[in-house]
């Protein structure tokens, strides 16, 4: 055990030397003595210290003041106080400055002098403040239509209110029952600043919704000192499915209350820029084909000139005729609308200055002899069984194009947004697109243990963003391989990949890319590796994997990193999977017999079960307990199970036992 011991704290003193350096580098300096200046904000010996918003702060100065209230708590057990500006406050007292208030103004930090986004973190003595462009509570900015990728909710909807208290789980009986949060879309840079200074200068670290999973180093003194930081997040628009992320991922995070969930994706910066890429046009039945008695305000008229010739189907299955002029002019018109402050209807996906044109999400194009002609230019335009090509990108580029050079005529300064996906994946071949057309490619990273998937994606994806003459933004399938096996009652060998990803992450952002979209989240440390990259491009992932295993796992750490070592490097290792997925031009997902098979065999198992069973052994305190158990339990048990159900198919039983 003291072996043991020795050995756990020769992996966290690096760790701490680094925290300190990270926290200390550049540290404010008194502009007389040139001595770094401590800034204390709990202490036995003196005033703690205060925190201070605006009289009416922004919502984002309200979640951001609560939030650091309630972690110097957890730190400290002190629960500093909130007040605002116009309170008089002692010179001897720090103050932590949150959000814009006519004290940032006479130290010279206006909002307005931020882009959006763009924050500061400004040292100042006895003062720290936090402070960006926010989104302002008016009756104006309320009534801003919009719709994103998560097409489910409107902009407006996105504004959502939750139990702080129930959330963070909080005792303090004086701590907000309700709260309305920031949208992920409104800006929001105080709050930005507010979870930076909490990571980098305080230590917190986020690595679930729930306090479990939350990392709080526990100190009798609080005393911060830096120097002025001022930047924003690597890539724009960084967003992603909701929910808990299925059965693996609830129980990593030890099943959150969708509160919790929702209080999260702020922690994790989710949002940004105001983009939206999905099917966008079912709105076209309720408007242009039936009346839908539901939604009986839509019904504009009846225009079957608009679907598609020869196919059956209602809203969400019937396509389009998308070589009809009629449909270009009405689409081009409801961009334009939209643009005009006359809103959306219906489900349209639109925010900002894009207007979102995406079809059904089938392949049954319409029969008549213009869209024809039209998919026949692109018949051959793939490689193998490739879920991507371009077997329809004319067609539809073709399309979308019409509609830009509409669009453009009136308002050259907006963009119509579109993926590149399936059929029409790869850029078109004899025209190239309108400047005012914005695509996101849609790649399947977490599948990429097929190489031939991999370089066939990258084929293209290199095609649309190595011009550098658009917005490129990107969708990221992290749903394989859980999707298949929750749709189908099997269960996975988990996709763990936060390496692989990481090495994407910074490809995309050498690349340009202004934001990607997250279709499924993955696994805990995929996912919040994934969201921390967005926001910082240039992070060491093997630095920060090897700080979640010390810092949450403690005295497991070595046990538990092997752990999900192993599972990654076997995931990703094509020479275990069947032949074919090496060298055969097709689309390949796991399946349950790759996963029990060809992955998760009797020796592997075996491995895999010392090392969990090694660490229960190794656990030194009920906290460390608790999390071993949200992987124990969520990813071991899973993988117990999973392997199981295939034997009983096969009609054997578990040889690991």
């Not at 104006?140 to 504004?159: F, I, P, V, Y």
């Not at 990221?476 to 090495?503: D, I, K, V």
Request: proline share 5%; charged share 25%; hydrophobic share 35%.
């Amino acid at each position: 055990m003291l072996k043991t011991f020795k050995n756990y704290l020769t992996r966290l003193i690096p760790l701490i030397a680094i925290t300190f350096i990270v926290s200390c580098n550049g540290r404010q300096k008194d502009s007389k003595s040139e001595s770094y200046i401590p800034i204390v904000l709990v202490s036995a010996n003196q005033l703690s210290a205060i925190i201070v918003t605006a009289e009416n702060p922004t919502p984002s100065a309200r979640l951001a003041a609560l939030e650091i209230q309630t972690m110097v708590k957890c730190i400290t057990g002190v629960k500093l106080a909130i007040t605002s500006d116009t309170v008089k406050i002692s010179k001897k007292q720090s103050r932590i400055f949150v959000g814009e208030s006519e004290a940032t103004r006479k130290l010279g930090f206006k909002a307005d002098d931020f882009q959006p986004q763009e924050y500061a973190i400004a040292f100042r003595p006895n003062t720290i403040i936090l402070i960006g462009r926010d989104w302002l509570d008016t009756p104006e900015n309320r009534a801003e239509a919009g719709r994103g990728t998560n097409w489910e909710s409107s902009l407006a909807q996105t504004r959502q209110t939750i139990n702080y208290a129930s959330a963070v789980e909080c005792n303090s009986p004086d701590a907000p029952a309700t709260i309305e949060l920031p949208g992920p879309f409104d800006d929001q840079a105080s709050l930005y600043a507010a979870y930076d200074f909490l990571e980098r200068f305080l230590g917190v670290r986020f690595y679930g919704p729930t306090p479990l999973n939350t990392i709080t180093r526990q100190m009798t003194e609080l005393v911060v000192m830096g120097s002025d930081i001022r930047r924003m997040p690597g890539f724009k628009y960084r967003d992603a499915t909701g929910g808990n992320g299925g059965p693996i991922l609830a129980k990593q995070w030890n099943d959150p209350t969708p509160d919790q969930i929702t209080l999260y994706q702020r922690r994790l910066r989710l949002g940004g820029e105001k983009w939206g890429g999905n099917h966008s046009i079912r709105t076209y039945y309720d408007r242009f084909l039936k009346k839908n008695p539901e939604v009986p305000e839509l019904w504009e008229g009846k225009h079957p000139e608009f679907f598609a010739k020869g196919r059956k189907g209602d809203s969400g299955g019937l396509q389009f005729c998308y070589s009809n002029k009629g449909l270009i002019k009405q689409m081009a018109k409801d961009a334009c609308d939209y643009f005009d402050g006359k809103g959306i209807k219906g489900f349209q996906i639109a925010m900002g200055d894009y207007f979102t044109i995406v079809p059904n999400d089938n392949n049954a194009w319409c029969l008549c002899d213009k869209c024809q002609a039209s998919l026949a230019l692109d018949k051959d335009n793939h490689l193998g069984g490739h879920f991507n090509s371009g077997t329809a990108s004319h067609y539809l580029f073709g399309f979308v194009n019409a509609v830009a050079k509409e669009v453009a005529k009136t308002h050259p300064d907006k963009k119509i947004a579109t993926l590149a996906y399936h059929v029409y994946a790869w850029p078109p071949k004899d025209f190239k697109l309108e400047p005012n057309v914005s695509v996101a490619p849609c790649l399947q990273p977490r599948n990429y243990w097929a190489p031939r998937i991999r370089q066939a994606e990258m084929s293209w994806y290199k095609q649309w963003v190595e011009p550098r003459d658009r917005p490129i933004y990107l969708w990221n399938y992290y749903c394989f391989p859980t999707e298949a096996a929750n749709m189908q009652g099997w269960h996975c060998f988990p996709g763990s990949s936060a390496r692989h990803l990481a090495e994407l992450i910074k490809m995309y952002y050498a690349d340009s890319v202004r934001g990607v979209f997250l279709c499924g989240i993955g696994e805990q440390l995929d996912y919040y590796l994934t969201m921390k990259m967005y926001d910082d491009p240039t992070l060491n992932a093997d630095a920060f994997i090897d700080e979640f295993f010390d810092l949450y796992f403690g005295a497991t750490a070595l046990q538990m990193k092997t752990f999900f070592d192993r599972t990654e490097t076997i995931f990703w290792d094509t020479s275990r999977y069947p032949e074919a997925v090496a060298i055969k031009d097709d689309q390949f997902h796991q399946t349950e017999e790759m996963a029990w098979k060809y992955l998760g065999t009797t020796e592997v198992m075996t491995e895999l079960r010392t090392l969990i069973e090694k660490a229960r052994e190794m656990t030194t305190n009920d906290l460390e307990r608790q999390r071993l158990a949200t992987w124990d339990n969520g990813m071991w048990k899973y993988m117990v199970e999973g392997r199981e159900m295939w034997l009983k198919k096969q009609g054997k039983g578990d040889e690991t036992r």
